[in-house]
Each structure stands twice: as C-alpha cells, then as structure tokens.
C-alpha cells in the first residue's frame, strides 16, 4: 500500500498545467497569470497634489517657518482631470485638488486647513507641509517594469494593478473541467426524494459535495450523474467524460461484488497506476490514466470522498491551473481530549482547530468518525493527522492537523 505522499507524488507526476487563454481582467480573478506582464504606463504618469490645498514654492513661503504668516496670490485652481495652463511663477499660489497636477514650479502643496482658504489671495498660516504632498510620477510603478509573473495567482489588487496599465484581456492557465460520476444501485438525485422518504435508496450526496470542492479548488465541475451497479451503465458515464480535465468517480473501488469501476476503466483502456492508499477515511483510492486524462476513482463513502478529493484530487487541479503553491497548510495543535484510532493506517479526523487565548492552536474532534458521517465533516475545519504509530494519542499532546478552510484567519470580533 503506498503512504498519502507517495500517492501524492505519483498523481501529480502525470499532471501538467492545463493550455492558456486569454480571459477579460474582470473575469480574471482566481486564475492564475500564464505570462509575464509589463508595464506600458508609469504610475502615476504626472506628479500629483496628495491633498486638496495651495500649489506653492517652497521659497515663497520660508517666513511661515519662523512663524510669520504669508500672502500668495491665487493664479489658478488646479482640479483632478485639469491640468494648469502655465507654470507657477513666485509670489503665486495655485488652488489644486487631491489628484491633480502640481504645476511646473511648484514644490510644496499646503493643505486647505493651514490657510485662510482664500480665492484670489491666500494666506498661508503654517509651514509644515513645506517639500509635501506631492506624489512624484512613478512613484507606483515605472514604464517596463514587471507587474505580473507566470504563475501570480491573480487577486483584486493585482487586477486594479493591471487595469491600471491598460490591461484588457489577461492570458491565464485554462480551469479544469472535472467529470463526476456516482455509482450505485442505492442512489437518487433529489429530484426522487420520494424514494428517500420510501426507506428504498439514498441521496448522492457525493454528486454534491465532489462539485463544491471542484469549484473551491478553481475547477468546472460537469455532473455525469449517477451510473448504476453494472459495466454498461458505468461505461457509458466514462464514455462521456471525454472533453473533460479529469475524471473523478467515485464508489466501487472496493472489493465488493459489485465494484465495477476499476474492470470498466481498464476494459475501455485505461491504464491503472495503483490502487490503495495508507490512510483512513479512504484507502481504496485507485487511479489511472484513460487517454491521456488522469482518473482519479474514490470510495463512495461521503467522508472517504471528500477526504480523498482534498488529499489527492485538490492538488492536481491547482497544478492544472497554474499553482505552485499546491497544498494545503498544516498546523501544529494541541488536544483538547484523547484521541484513539483502530486500524494500522495513517488517520484523517474531523476536527475543529481554533485559536486559544494565549494564540496557540487547539484541536476538538467534531463528532462520529464514521466514513459516512458526514455531518461531523461539515463541523470540521481541519483534519487532524494520527500517525497509524500512535494507536492513542494523549490530551494536552500534540499533533498535526491540516486545514480545510480559511476558518482560523477570520473572527467574529475585530482584532485591529
Ligand atoms: P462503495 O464505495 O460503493 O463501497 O460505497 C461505500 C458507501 O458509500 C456505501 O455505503 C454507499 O452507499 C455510499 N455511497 C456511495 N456513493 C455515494 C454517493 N454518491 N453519495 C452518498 N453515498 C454514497
Ligand atoms: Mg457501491
């Protein structure tokens, strides 16, 4: 049985990043840039006021320095949009606003509240904005500089950045397409919710929470719906994964009689790279390539499959996409309670991590560990990583645990 790192390393091995497309910048956020970006502007292109306020030269009003108050003579009113019509000679002042071009001449722009406010005079009442407010052109970038790399994750700022230097449409790395497909003779779309409530089958809930870890994780998720429990009707689901980035079944890949999916995907051709992982929830993790597009075949139960699409498939769509920062984070918590696990492998647990008083990280298990309690996943933030050395781990021990969400970054209460 191979260890969750090398399974790892063997999925990503046969993933590439996916090909590039040029996208409008509004549509670009959470992709990742395919191409260095330089600038075609300098930012910003003029030196402008940083206040609303007198353009003056620095020279004409040194008497305020040693207290004496000066009187300058209003030439102009300077608005952002507007540019001055001639330079600031001595002895002038010129109103400007907050964004707009200092004058050629001038060094110095005085704030409104040191003046009297004046129209056609002003009187200039305090000196220490002598040599200020003024935002030299460049000051944010230069013409040629480099604003974006291969590989930048692209974030609100980057965008603003890059509408800034005119950038319309941006080349990043395509999102993958992941084919979903739930298997078993037990399941139904909500559509037959009758049949739930008549005791005789279940809701995939896989179909769900497969296609919302998708689109968490950048992908498109294209929903095949739920095969039953024989080759044909499994083969037609497969045949119709073509077109997609990734195929992501999930259900029989274990030993029971009616775990088709493995025999299907080898019968069509495809070529299974290993099946079985050291872990738990969801050892019977297979995976393969089937023309060029990687499988990857999770057990059926909620938590199994989810815990899988984290460890395994969350990663291959991210190096799909660009990302170099491929995996989640872990953390080092301490245990509120005992831990216990049964089998030799390596444990996944639900698990809510959260900030102590003193800033260390504690960790609580959210309820029933089975593979198909799902409600206990839906508490949990983080799962919290039991070696298979360590059949019972003590409270007030340490572990790692790896997070799932943002939840520690974020507070009901504001922290500044
Ligand atoms: P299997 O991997 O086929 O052995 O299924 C393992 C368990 O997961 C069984 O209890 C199934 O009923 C359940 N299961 C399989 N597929 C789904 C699904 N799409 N949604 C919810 N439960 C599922
Ligand atoms: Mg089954």
Known sequence: MLTVAEASERILAEIRPLGIEAIPLRQALGRVCAEDIAATVTMPPWSNSSM?????????????????????????????GDFASRPLKRGEAMRIMTGAPVPEGADSVIRKE????????????????????????????????????????????????????????????????????????????????????AQRKIISSNSYTLAALTRVAGGLPVDLGIAADTKASLRRKLE????????????????????????????????????????????????????????VGVSGNPVSAMVSFELFVRPALRKMQGYVALFRRTVTVTLEEEVKIGAKLKHFLRARVTRSEDGSLVARLTGHQSSGALTSMAKANAL?????????????????????????????????
């Open 52 to 80: 609303d306020g007198y353009a003056v030269r620095s020279a004409d009003i040194t008497p305020v320095m040693s207290g004496e108050p000066v009187k300058l003579r209003v030439v102009e009113t300077v608005a952002a």
């Open 114 to 197: 040191d003046t009297d406010g004046g129209s056609a005079k002003v009187e200039i009442r305090e000196a220490r904005d002598v040599w200020k407010n003024i935002r030299p052109a460049g000051e944010d970038y230069q013409r040629g500089e480099v604003l974006a790399k291969r590989g930048d994750p692209i974030k609100p700022a980057l965008i603003g950045v890059l509408a800034s230097s005119g950038v319309a449409k941006v080349k990043a790395f395509k999102r993958p397409r992941v084919a979903i497909i739930s298997s078993g003779d037990e399941l139904v779309d909500v559509d037959d919710f009758d049949e739930v409530v």
């Open 240 to 295: 119709r994964a073509g077109g997609c980035n990734l195929i992501l079944t999930s259900a029989g890949v274990s030993v029971g009689d009616l775990d088709h999916t493995r025999d299907v995907f080898a019968a069509l051709g495809g070529k299974q790279r290993f099946w079985k992982v050291n872990m738990r929830p969801g050892a019977p993790l297979a995976f393969g390539m089937l023309n060029d597009v990687p499988w």
């Open 384 to 416: 919290l990583i039991v070696p298979e050395t360590s059949p019972k781990v003590a409270k007030g021990s340490q572990l790692k645990a790896l997070m799932l969400d943002q939840s520690l970054e974020e507070t009901s209460v504001l922290s500044i």
